[in-house]
């Protein structure tokens, strides 16, 4: 499994989110749960629902106890955004468990799980900044200053989705060694966050 899927799995994702458009539309992954089109289907999901939401918070006039049911919504989705980051990362040891590594293998800056994580974004920015080429509203220097940015945003999307896919090959020949740190997030933890725990006592 390549980038190729990865980027099909995600734009149907995005696609699927904006038919309803709406922050609290059901999950229908049509993926059978527990393969891993499944997981990234759910993984691009979260994400489209946390684009939507930070824009949302961003409103001048939303009221301020919305706000905060939403900063809180947001917080929650972080969370859930990096335990699915880290249940692909969990795929990836379990595959490449077995390989041998070769002589001086490396490791690298990050898993594969949060490059693929940046690519599930990069996916969300490309279809949103198309969204803006394509505004029938807006004059013609925002769609220029928009078709510049697209351009460059699918010129991220071919780098990346080659370093992933070159990453993958080098973890599968033993030239690069997997190695996970959790995130460890510690503003959710009532034991490590002091508010939570210094309100506590």
């Not at 040891?93 to 390989?99: A, E, T």
Request: hydrophobic share 35%.
């Amino acid at each position: 499994m390549n980038t190729e899927t990865f980027c099909r799995v995600f734009s149907q994702a995005t696609n699927d989110y904006h038919l309803t458009d709406h922050v609290d539309a059901p999950l229908k992954n049509p993926y059978a749960e527990g393969t891993f089109e499944a997981i990234l289907y759910h993984k691009n999901w979260i994400d489209a629902v946390q684009w939507h939401l930070e824009d949302i918070i961003r409103n001048p006039a939303i009221d301020p106890i919305e706000a905060l049911a939403i900063k809180r919504r947001i917080d929650a989705s972080n969370q859930d955004r990096t335990d699915m980051v880290e249940m692909i990362d969990s795929y990836y040891l379990q595959r490449y468990r077995d390989v041998k590594h070769q002589s001086g293998a490396t490791i690298n800056t990050e898993s594969p799980a949060w490059a693929i994580d940046r690519l599930s974004i990069l996916i969300l920015k490309i279809y949103h900044m198309e969204e803006q080429v394509n505004r029938h509203d807006a004059d013609a220097e925002h769609i220029a200053k928009c078709q510049n940015k697209l351009d460059v945003l699918k010129e991220q999307r071919q780098d990346l989705t080659t370093a992933i896919d070159q990453l993958l090959e080098d973890f599968a020949a033993g030239r690069k060694y997997m190695k996970v740190y959790r995130q460890m997030k510690m503003y959710n933890d009532p034991a490590l966050n002091p508010v939570l725990y210094k309100g506590e006592q």
